[in-house]
Nanobody, 126 residues
């Protein structure tokens, strides 16, 4: 399974970005999907996750106020809409996939995800 993330960039505080992740296989809807991020010197942390059915989502601490995860099974894609970006959002953002039951809530720890994309850099200046 190959994941290709895109959409990162250099923005000003308060701006928005939309990240995209395309999964190579037509079995995309077999996977719960997630976005994680890792800043220099810090551990990888959950940003958001979404179940196969898209009925269940999970967010990292306080991120639900500004970030929204969605998926389009017809396009084998998962998205992360990020609004009101802050300098502390600066990190490499990774998409990840995990085989999961249709109605099961997505996992929230990196160790539970078997497949990872290459990451896309998001830099927010103050």
């Amino acid at each position: 399974v190959q994941l290709q993330a895109s959409g990162g960039g250099y923005v000003q505080a308060g701006d928005s970005l939309r990240l995209s992740c395309v999964v190579s296989e037509n079995t995309f809807n077999y996977y719960a999907m997630a976005w994680f991020r890792q800043a220099p010197g810090k551990e990888r942390e959950l940003v958001a996750a979404i179940s196969r059915s898209a009925l269940a989502t999970r967010y990292g601490k306080s991120l639900e106020e500004r970030f929204t995860i969605t998926r389009d099974n017809s396009k084998n894609s998962v998205y992360l809409q990020m609004n009101s970006l802050k300098p502390e959002d600066t990190a490499v953002y990774y998409c990840a996939a995990q085989s999961r039951g249709w109605a099961v809530a997505p996992a929230t720890t990196a160790e539970e995800y078997a497949y990872w994309g290459q990451g896309t850099q998001v830099t927010v200046s103050s």
